[in-house]
């Protein structure tokens, strides 16, 4: 399958290479996470069932939650518009209401809908960026969660509520609940990318202090061996 990644990546990659040997993997401040409040609503439910999140690059969404306990599968793909244009060449183009989101199958036995959301904010990505993550600029790389049902809608909004009165964040949350959403599973070049590519530079610089920071904020969620899509399957 082709193999395709946006200009802007490009760019990035082209630029980190350009640097003196192990520069680039310097993280930058957006990149070293935060310890923020748990949040004071819960989800409950008793059956494996799914997160659906977006925070700029999926890559590094998908490669964060693999490495979150109780969660059995997490998948990158598309949310926010029509099932003919979720593909990666027409989402990148900005204009399909899509966004890059990661569908997070959950143990609720192990983990709550609430602390994936914790994590989703203090570590996954900087949720006061509107309409981009670092280097990737659109609509298509914006903070959204895209609730499953009502109980999942009221808890993101609650929280977003919540962090947004504690001031946690220097800046205003800006992750918008978009509910009634499909999820698209993305091309299979696109699942496992991080642990595939563990020394791509925009990897490197972009998404493994996500996975360090995880460690950091959450070692009792963290987990060594990611779950893979590749092991899991895309139907979980």
């Known amino acids: 399958m082709k193999q395709t990644i946006t200009i802007s990546r490009q760019i990035f990659i ?54 979150v306990e109780g969660v059995t599968n997490a998948v990158s793909g598309y949310s926010g518009g029509e ?29 709550t809908y609430g602390k994936l959301l914790q994590v989703f904010f203090s570590v996954a990505h900087d949720p006061t960026q509107l309409n981009r993550q670092g280097p990737d600029v659109g609509t298509q790389y914006r903070t959204a969660i895209f609730p499953v049902d009502e109980a999942q809608a009221a808890a993101a909004k609650t929280y977003i509520d919540q ?16 509910p009634g959403q499909a999820f698209y599973p993305a091309e299979d070049y696109h699942q496992d990318y991080l642990t595939l590519n563990p020394t791509q530079p925009y990897i490197v610089y972009n998404d493994l202090p996500k996975i360090e920071n995880l460690k950091r904020l959450f070692p009792d969620l963290y987990r060594e061996k990611p779950v893979l899509v590749s092991e899991a399957g895309l139907a979980n």
Not at 86 to 101: L, P
Not at 163 to 178: D, G
């Open 163 to 178: 962090l947004n009165k504690a001031r946690v964040f220097e800046a205003a949350i800006v992750t918008k609940i978009e």
């Open 14 to 67: 082209l630029a980190m290479l350009a640097l003196p040997a192990g520069l680039f993997a310097q993280p930058s401040a957006a990149q070293e996470g935060i310890a923020i409040p748990a949040p004071a609503m819960e989800v409950p439910t008793a059956q494996e069932t799914t997160a659906i999140l977006a925070g700029g690059c999926f890559w590094g969404v998908q490669g964060v939650f693999q490495h």
């Open 83 to 111: 099932a003919g244009t979720a593909h990666y060449e027409t989402v990148t183009s900005g204009t399909t209401g899509h966004a890059e989101a990661v569908k997070v199958t959950y143990d609720p036995a192990k983990i």
